[in-house]
């Protein structure tokens, strides 16, 4: 019980940090309003690295 809770506590932080994380990158940069397009453009560079990574992790597990 205890790890299941921990695992969707765990998985509710990656989805907060997920969520929130084009606004943090927006207030880093300083830029006011809300460009959408060049959030979506971030967004789209999430979904590229994370097909790098999962590549990689398929490509290590299938070796071990």
């Known amino acids: 019980m205890g790890r ?3 695992l969707v506590a765990a ?3 990656a989805l907060a ?3 929130l994380s084009p ?3 927006q207030d ?4 006011k ?3 959408w397009n ?3 453009q971030i967004g789209a560079t999430y979904g590229f690295t994370s097909v790098i990574v999962s590549a990689l992790a398929l490509a ?3 070796q071990g």
């Open 28 to 31: 880093i940069s300083g830029s």
């Open 60 to 62: 290590g597990a299938g």
């Open 11 to 13: 998985a509710a932080a």
């Open 17 to 19: 940090a997920l969520l």
């Open 38 to 40: 060049r959030l979506s």
């Open 4 to 6: 299941a809770l921990g």
């Open 23 to 25: 606004f943090v990158l």
């Open 33 to 35: 309003g809300v460009d």
